[in-house]
């Protein structure tokens, strides 16, 4: 099981940019391809973008798509979201995840789940 821990949620007005991070708890990410999740308050948790194992391939939800980068720094155990063009639509709580398939958006292909971080964007 590998533990994760996402940074660098906060609040930013819209058409601002946060760079989220997901870190790996002592242990090496290179075996898994990994996603990014939200989920907003009375809303089912959704996918938003995942990258493979090598980072060559990324995968994004339309709602985010020319506007997140999902990236990854297996030396650092880390795997990132930059967010730009923020809308008051994307407020929610991100969670980065593990998965040993892709690309997939669905939420039971995902394994190792982080506590989250809160992302606010003010209109």
């Known amino acids: 099981q590998v533990q994760l821990v996402e940074s660098g949620g906060g609040l930013v007005q819209a058409g601002g940019s946060l760079r989220l991070s997901c870190a790996a708890s002592?242990?090496?990410?290179?075996?898994?391809?990994m996603g990014w999740f939200r989920q907003a308050p009375g809303k089912e948790r959704e996918f938003v973008a995942a990258?493979?194992?090598?980072?060559?391939?990324?995968y994004y939800a339309d709602s985010v798509k020319g506007r997140f980068t999902i990236s990854r720094d297996d030396a650092k155990y880390t795997v990132y979201l930059q967010m730009n063009s923020l809308k008051p639509e994307d407020t929610a709580i991100y969670y980065c995840?593990?998965?040993?398939?892709?690309?997939?958006?669905?939420?039971?292909?995902?394994?190792?789940w982080g506590q989250g971080t809160q992302v606010t964007v003010s209109s």
């Open positions: 990258i493979s194992w090598s980072g060559g391939h990324t």
């Open positions: 002592g242990r090496s990410l290179s075996s898994y391809a």
């Open positions: 995840a593990t998965t040993n398939a892709f690309p997939t958006q669905w939420v039971e292909g995902y394994r190792d």
